[in-house]
């Protein structure tokens, strides 16, 4: 075991580098920390793919009540009101600070911010730049700020395997570097690391973003929340790329419309149409396409020849599948895109365990409930990673950990055995065998310690608080019971707890219904 220099020990390390990430740092500034990255700083992040942009109530017909008004709607009964209520009321201010740092949003010919429509939100206020490119660059202006910040140690290249812990919480965090094992010896660790996406075959978000920050705080023995909640992207390009280019609702917030291959507009009778939610949509397009087929978007009369102009990254990625949106209809299918569980927090990103914080995707703070409003996660991402950032400076210093030795590195992780277990047994529709299923075969993976073990981890959470929810609800949809209860509850547990219900799911698979 090499460690970093004892210079360095102590220091808050923040566990990637999107958006939630790069805010804490920049937030904690000028209190010394580091990033740890397994690639490039801003790069294979969900933050940097997002089309859509960030939901904020600006426009003068819009307000925080009417904001949140959507995100409980969407939510499906299982938001925690008090906390959505605070992250949506600090949307403008988190519109500020990114501007502040040097975020280039849209804005018309007045110079007013440029707001978008998407679906579930009953007024505009989607602040969008470079059109569909707010991700990239809201992730280009952050790293910028953070490359000039001199108290942001970067240390890319290295891979994060394990939380360390003692009685007092988190006392570092092994990871894997090009020559071996390195120690980072801190008692403050932020997870920031993304989603769940590479745990399944069709997604669009990086492929090997499987739920990092969900082992990592799980294996150290965190509550995790609402693992059942995988939001389906309904319109990914369907296309041979790999991950699946994401179509934005964007497209569908100017009037693209959703047609199968007999040109029926098989949305027009739901209500809310194509701007329904997006478990909803997704939904309906799988039904369309499990019946044999084909579903497409047709910007062509509401859009047409300005379609590059308003989405200029969605028109490079039709072109390259070899299709002109002006003229041509897009074929679409779901995909997985974000995860509303995760680890759970408060309402300042403290996880269970003492001195571990986690913000953005890898989290759970009861915002999305049961499934995500569009735009909201990057939201989440900017105002969590502030809140965090000043939860850890109101705190005291922290007694430095003793240092420790002998720690062997786990085998790096891959999910190639998992995907097709994920992507068969826990797709937009579920029911008990399936559940089961999935459990009996990812629980031996997961106990063992081999390079499946950490991504199956993840995926059998997933799977137990699945199999817990007896009822279809948001994003979970269970076709043995589709109806949804009278009482709506969060769960929480932790991995022991879940790997407890795991074993006697497999070893009985038909002693519990649910």
């Known amino acids: 075991m090499s460690e970093i220099a004892d210079q360095r020990t102590g220091r808050t390390v923040i566990v990637g580098s999107g958006l939630a990430g790069l805010m804490t740092a920049l937030t ?53 009101p008090a906390i959505a209520a605070g992250i949506v009321a600090e949307a403008p201010d988190a519109i500020a600070a990114l501007e502040q740092a040097g975020v280039r949003f849209d804005r018309t010919a007045d110079g007013a911010l440029s707001l978008g429509l998407e679906a579930a939100h009953n007024r505009r206020r989607i602040v969008h730049a470079q059109g569909d490119g707010s991700g990239a660059e809201i992730v280009r202006a952050l790293v910028a700020a953070v490359i000039a910040t001199p108290s942001v140690t970067l240390l890319e290249g290295l891979e994060a395997r394990r939380i360390l812990s003692d009685e007092e919480g988190v006392t570092g965090l092994v990871c894997a570097g090009e020559n071996g094992a390195i120690l980072l010896a801190t008692r403050r660790i932020v997870l920031a690391t993304g989603g769940i996406g590479g745990l399944y075959e069709a ?114 990625l039709c072109r390259e599948a070899g299709i002109d949106a002006s003229r041509q209809l897009i074929p679409v299918r779901p995909a997985v895109h974000y995860h509303m569980g995760g680890v759970a927090t408060n309402a300042s990103g403290r996880s269970s365990v003492a001195g571990l914080w986690v913000a953005g995707e890898a989290a759970s703070t009861g915002l999305h409930g049961a499934n995500r409003l569009a735009s909201n996660s990057l939201l989440e991402a900017a105002v969590m990673g502030m809140r965090a950032a000043r939860d850890i400076l109101s705190m005291p210093a922290a007694k430095p950990p003793a240092p420790e030795t002998g720690i062997a590195l786990p085998a790096a992780a891959d999910p190639s055995l998992v995907r097709p277990i994920v992507s068969r047994h826990l797709g937009v529709l579920r029911n008990a065998g399936a559940i089961h299923g999935a459990v009996a075969s990812l629980l031996p993976l997961a106990e063992d310690d081999g390079a499946a073990s950490d991504p199956a981890v993840v995926a059998l959470l997933i799977a137990v608080f699945a199999s817990l929810r007896a009822e279809s609800r948001g994003a979970h949809a269970r076709t043995d019971f589709p109806l949804k209860r009278a009482e709506a509850a969060r769960r929480k547990m932790t991995l022991a707890e879940a790997l407890e219900i795991a074993r006697a799911t497999a070893s009985h698979p038909l002693a519990r219904s649910a």
């Open 203 to 316: 997604t669009t978000n990086p492929t090997g973003n499987f739920g990092q920050g969900i082992m990592l705080a799980a294996r150290a023995g965190a509550e995790l929340a609402d693992m059942e909640f995988v939001q389906f992207h309904p319109t990914a390009l369907d296309s041979r790329r790999r991950p699946l280019a994401l179509v934005s609702e964007a497209v569908r917030g100017e009037g693209a419309v959703l047609v199968n291959e007999r040109g029926e507009r098989f949305m027009a009778g739901v209500s809310g149409a194509e701007l329904a939610p997006r478990d909803v949509v997704a939904r309906a397009i799988s039904a369309e396409l499990t019946r044999g087929g084909r579903v497409f978007l047709d910007a062509r009369e509401v859009l047409g020849d300005r379609f590059a102009a308003r989405f200029p990254v969605i028109d490079t």
């Open 28 to 80: 904690l500034a000028p209190e010394p920390v580091i990033i740890v990255t397994r690639a490039g700083l801003g790069t294979e992040t969900s933050s940097a793919w997002a089309q859509g942009g960030i939901a904020a109530a600006l426009g003068a017909d819009d307000s925080a009540a009417l904001h949140l008004a959507d995100t409980l709607a969407a939510g499906d009964g299982l938001c925690d």
